[in-house]
């Protein structure tokens, strides 16, 4: 495994390993400039008077539900798939597209740590439990080595 590896060997595995990640960013920097999105979203009615006047958010940004998506009732449901209602000071509701779901985003970012950490803790485990059979087989070389002399 990686213990039987030689320094040479480490330096040059870690090296690509670096140069990879490098290139890597450099290619999805790129691609993030020429890809970027509109921020301009879809409103319902095609009314803009959030953009004319100050609004109130009614709802905060939540996603679409499945049938709003299928259906297309709701047109600002069809490029994000997340709304929110806005309420205009002239009194006009409007539903327009927002980007992102705070609380859905932040529930990923949690699952994706716990997650994380289950990984790394079963990672430590597995590596002491390899170390101590390592030592337990070196241990008995010694042993047999010392008996048989």
């Not at 890809?35 to 009615?45: A, H, K, V, W, Y």
């Not at 953009?51 to 679409?64: A, F, G, N, T």
């Not at 994706?112 to 059979?133: D, E, N």
Request: glycine share 4%; hydrophobic share 40%; net charge positive.
């Amino acid at each position: 495994m990686i213990e039987n590896l030689s320094k040479k060997r480490m330096v040059f595995g870690i090296s690509c390993l670096i140069l990879l990640t490098i290139v890597v960013l450099i290619i999805e920097s790129k691609w993030m400039k020429a890809g970027t999105r509109r921020q301009e979203f879809i409103i319902e009615n095609n009314s803009t008077c959030w953009k004319r006047e100050s609004y109130e958010v009614i709802k905060d940004c939540h996603p679409c539900t499945a049938f709003e998506i299928a259906s297309r009732s709701q047109g600002v449901c069809v490029l994000t798939h997340n709304k929110e209602v806005l309420k205009c000071m002239s009194g006009e509701i409007v539903t327009r597209s927002c980007d992102r779901v705070a609380w859905l985003d932040e529930k990923h970012y949690w699952s994706f740590q716990i997650s994380l950490t289950i990984v790394g803790c079963l990672s430590t485990a597995v590596s002491f439990l390899r170390q101590k059979s390592l030592n337990r087989r070196a241990m008995l070389k010694i042993q047999n080595q010392l008996g048989t002399c």
